[in-house]
């Protein structure tokens, strides 16, 4: 039968038909296209910046998911068809797609934001920060008693016996894991930027690697942790809250070692409602709205403004709370997109070994 | 009488000619009707499919940043032999390109490029780009290696030369484990970053594993489907098609549930006393080549069965009656019938398993990772297109060299699917 190859190419060609979205047409005034993380994280913007945004202004606003794909926006740029008015990127996704020239240069006087009242607002050119997340290892209370309380016991297979979760991404673990061996936090870039440190981060994470389970999106972890498949599992903090607020997960955090960072809101170049992506960011980063997105989920506004307005209650469970700053690893975006490229290969050649 | 077939005679001998010429035009009718009616799909898959694959694919081996973006040291570079360090006339090229660059804000761009061959190397470009806008005279050479003494290192000026070419070997020698050193020759990735290699054998693998799983499975169903009373085969077809229309994540999400530690696999296996502890069922081969195995299972046996609907029973009876035994009559009259439907089945299941990811992802360990999910990984988070569509470019080629060797094997005119 010669139509074979034709049949297993149409059938590639309408996998690969769905996989491609119709890009939309650029929509009418009065209406903005919204994207960022999904789950629980866009639950807490949709409820403290898009509906009452839509509610005050009338703008229709269309929301969107992806992750973190920063293919998508230069996708959507290279072709000269941007949906996208306002997403929510990371650190890394900014500065990488700013360096490439595919996110609007923020202007602070059009948002008529006062730039030095924003926690890391000086660090991008192309976003405008957002909330300070952090990343930290969490445990569950029913299983370790007493737990952990440092970084260094997530690498102690005697103290904590059982199965350990951990990003599949060489970013926070290369550093935690010459935290664990011994490094001073203030000279943790200046170890990892040499080779041996390089080696000595990897030799540490020998030590614990057959205990790993290595997950890729955030909703795993707690999840993996509720099962019993693994005792400690690293997350980013709200998932870990979420888990414990929603569905009252016996879960601890321990903050030893958190990394906080930062999600940023940026726009994708040219765009087809820019004015009104600019009215919406600015109208997302007033104090009022940034406070009470906190009752929603544990991420510290960026706005310093915000602070005295936040919820006493609520205070304690944010990565900024002073008592959760006691031992804080400052991540160098610098350092990754230096490096990145290249830790990532040994990262994943180290894995399949 | 005699008059009429007379004309009909002349009319026959001055038609020949007229008659082929009709009998061409019907035929160049239908061959247009044919191609109008194939136009569409062939329209679709080619704008849809050849283009933006053809289109992704050119970035494995063309990648024009440094030659646009420094035009300067590209014409300079031009006679450099590559023995010595670069004349002056490459530095002040040089300097005045990332000067250029640095007030364009395209200087990111070069830093990207070349901090995939020298890690590091991005950050330093950016500072010697900003130093260099303020550099007004010579002699250029000392003024660079003073804001990094990288610029005096002849390697850098060997990758720079190599990426002033708009056509790039790199990403696809990369994608194979290997380098050029500053002369040019191929090295191997030092054995610490070298990943590629091992992925494709383990792709392959895991990829015919799973096809010879699903062949055995399938097999012996799809000959009970053949066979059966057509009111229990139909029930029993909806079973296997059942799964088939589920979505693969959520059936893979329910091998998760099954195999995990305390997942109902392990969970039995333990109120029975047959392990004390929970067996590595989830995050291991195993699992991975399960869940395949599962999600595959239906794309081999649909064409065996509708092969083996097609085979007459009577081959079998004739068989026996000849004296044959029930085995023999199988595997000497039977199974022959059916070859064509085993290869397109194994066929279809093996190239779709080149490209599984969430699988692996989800219920495979780390070293179950599959050739997809690197390229997706290099393609959404690393922005990394030109390693995406080298790894791209040798998965495909991969398999339309196995498929060759397949059609030398099987022969594609023998595969059926039904």
Same mark, same amino acid.
């Given at each position: 039968m010669k139509a074979l190859p034709w049949l297993c190419a149409a059938l590639l060609a309408g996998v690969s038909a769905t996989a491609i979205s119709v890009p939309k047409q650029a929509s009418a005034d009065g209406t903005l296209t919204v994207i960022s993380w999904g789950g629980a994280y866009q639950e807490s913007q949709r409820k403290a910046f898009m509906e009452p945004y839509a509610k005050e202004t009338g703008t229709k606003i269309n929301e969107g998911e992806y992750n973190g794909e920063i293919a998508k926006i230069r996708a959507m740029v290279e072709s000269k068809s941007v949906t996208w008015d306002v997403v929510d990127v990371d650190t890394q996704t900014a500065l990488a797609a700013c360096a490439e020239g595919t996110l609007e240069t923020i202007d602070w006087k059009k948002l008529g934001l006062d730039r030095s009242k924003f926690i890391g607002g000086e660090l991008q050119d192309c976003a405008v920060p957002n909330i300070l997340y952090s990343t930290v290892i969490a445990y569950d209370t029913t299983k370790l008693n007493p737990g952990p309380t440092s970084i260094t016991d997530l690498f102690d297979l005697k103290k904590f016996p059982g199965k350990r979760a951990l990003q599949k991404n060489p970013f926070v673990n290369l550093e935690w894991a010459l935290l664990a061996d011994g490094v001073a936090m203030g000279d943790v870039y200046k170890v990892l930027n040499t080779p041996e440190g390089v080696d000595r981060a990897f030799k540490k994470l020998d030590t614990i690697k057959s205990e790993v389970v290595w997950w890729e999106s955030g909703a795993q972890p707690p999840q993996l942790l509720a099962d019993g498949q693994v005792v400690i599992a690293s997350d980013w903090n709200g998932r870990f809250f979420d888990a414990v607020k929603k569905d009252k997960k016996p879960f601890k955090i321990v903050w030893d070692g958190q990394a906080p960072d930062w999600d940023w809101w940026a726009m994708p170049k040219g765009g087809p409602n820019l004015d009104a992506a600019y009215k919406f960011i600015s109208w997302s980063s007033q104090p009022a709205p940034m406070a009470e997105q906190t009752k929603y989920i544990s991420y510290g506004p960026a706005n310093k403004d915000a602070g005295p307005k936040i919820d006493p209650a609520v205070l304690p469970d944010l990565p900024t709370a002073p008592d959760n700053m006691k031992n804080v690893l400052a991540v160098d975006p610098q350092f990754w997109a230096d490096n990145g490229d290249q830790l990532r290969e040994r990262f994943n050649a180290w894995l399949s070994k | 009488m005699t008059a009429i077939t007379d004309d009909i005679r002349i009319d026959i001998v001055t038609d020949r000619e007229g008659l082929k010429r009709r009998l061409r035009a019907v035929e160049r009718k239908r061959r247009i009707r044919a191609l109008a009616l194939v136009a569409p799909l062939f329209l679709f898959i080619l704008l849809s499919f050849v283009v933006p694959i053809g289109n992704l694919l050119k970035n494995a081996v063309y990648d024009p940043s440094i030659h646009d973006l420094m035009p300067?040291?590209?014409?300079?570079?031009?006679?450099?032999?590559?023995?010595?360090?670069?004349?002056?006339?490459?530095?002040?090229?040089?300097?005045?390109?990332?000067?250029?660059?640095?007030?364009?804000?395209?200087?990111?761009?070069?830093?990207?490029?070349?901090?995939?061959?020298?890690?590091?190397?991005?950050?330093?470009?950016?500072?010697? &780009?900003?130093?260099?806008?303020?550099?007004?005279?010579?002699?250029?050479?000392?003024?660079?290696?003073?804001?990094?003494?990288?610029?005096?290192?002849?390697?850098?000026?060997?990758?720079?030369?190599?990426?002033?070419?708009?056509?790039?070997?790199?990403?696809?020698?990369?994608?194979?484990?290997?380098?050029?050193?500053?002369?040019?020759?191929?090295?191997?990735?030092?054995?610490?970053?070298?990943?590629?290699?091992?992925?494709?054998?383990?792709?392959?693998?895991?990829?015919?594993?799973?096809?010879?799983?699903?062949?055995?499975?399938?097999?012996?169903?799809?000959?009970?489907?053949?066979?059966?009373?057509?009111?229990?085969?139909?029930?029993?077809?909806?079973?296997?098609?059942?799964?088939?229309?589920?979505?693969?994540?959520?059936?893979?999400?329910?091998?998760?549930?099954?195999?995990?530690?305390?997942?109902?696999?392990?969970?039995?296996?333990?109120?029975?006393?047959?392990?004390?502890?929970?067996?590595?069922?989830?995050?291991?081969?195993?699992?991975?080549?399960?869940?395949?195995?599962?999600?595959? %299972?239906?794309?081999? %046996?649909?064409?065996?069965?509708?092969?083996?609907?097609?085979?007459?029973?009577?081959?079998?009876?004739?068989?026996?009656?000849?004296?044959?035994?029930?085995?023999?009559?199988?595997?000497?009259?039977?199974?022959?019938?059916?070859?064509? &439907?085993?290869?397109?089945?194994?066929?279809?299941?093996?190239?779709?398993?080149?490209?599984?990811?969430?699988?692996?992802?989800?219920? &495979? &360990?780390?070293?179950?990772?599959?050739?997809?999910?690197?390229?997706?990984?290099?393609?959404?988070?690393?922005?990394?297109?030109?390693?995406?569509?080298?790894?791209?470019?040798?998965?495909?080629?991969?398999?339309?060299?196995?498929?060759?060797?397949?059609?030398?094997?099987?022969?594609?005119?023998?595969i059926r699917l039904g």
């Open positions: - | 300067q040291t590209v014409t300079a570079l031009g006679t450099w032999d590559g023995k010595e360090l670069p004349d002056e006339a490459a530095f002040a090229a040089l300097a005045a390109d990332l000067g250029a660059a640095n007030k364009a804000k395209t200087i990111a761009l070069i830093g990207k490029r070349l901090n995939y061959e020298i890690s590091g190397i991005r950050s330093k470009i950016l500072v010697s &780009g900003r130093k260099a806008g303020a550099l007004t005279a010579g002699p250029y050479k000392e003024a660079m290696i003073g804001i990094d003494k990288i610029w005096g290192e002849r390697d850098t000026w060997a990758v720079l030369k190599r990426s002033t070419s708009a056509i790039t070997s790199f990403y696809v020698l990369d994608a194979l484990d290997l380098g050029q050193d500053a002369d040019g020759g191929l090295v191997a990735t030092p054995e610490e970053r070298a990943i590629y290699v091992t992925l494709y054998m383990r792709t392959l693998k895991i990829s015919i594993t799973v096809t010879i799983a699903t062949l055995l499975l399938g097999f012996p169903l799809a000959y009970l489907l053949a066979n059966l009373p057509t009111r229990t085969s139909n029930l029993l077809m909806i079973l296997v098609l059942l799964p088939f229309w589920t979505s693969l994540l959520v059936r893979t999400t329910a091998w998760f549930v099954l195999l995990q530690d305390n997942g109902v696999i392990n969970d039995s296996l333990r109120f029975l006393h047959l392990t004390n502890e929970p067996l590595p069922l989830i995050f291991s081969r195993f699992g991975t080549v399960v869940a395949m195995t599962h999600i595959q %299972l239906p794309f081999t %046996l649909l064409p065996i069965y509708s092969v083996m609907k097609t085979i007459s029973p009577s081959y079998v009876r004739a068989a026996r009656s000849l004296g044959a035994g029930p085995f023999h009559a199988f595997w000497k009259v039977y199974f022959p019938l059916t070859v064509p &439907g085993i290869a397109a089945g194994c066929l279809l299941t093996f190239i779709l398993c080149l490209g599984y990811y969430i699988t692996p992802a989800l219920v &495979g &360990g780390p070293t179950d990772q599959m050739v997809s999910g690197i390229i997706d990984r290099a393609m959404n988070s690393e922005n990394n297109w030109g390693k995406a569509s080298a790894l791209g470019a040798i998965l495909l080629a991969a398999t339309l060299i196995l498929y060759f060797i397949y059609n030398r094997l099987v022969g594609i005119d023998k």
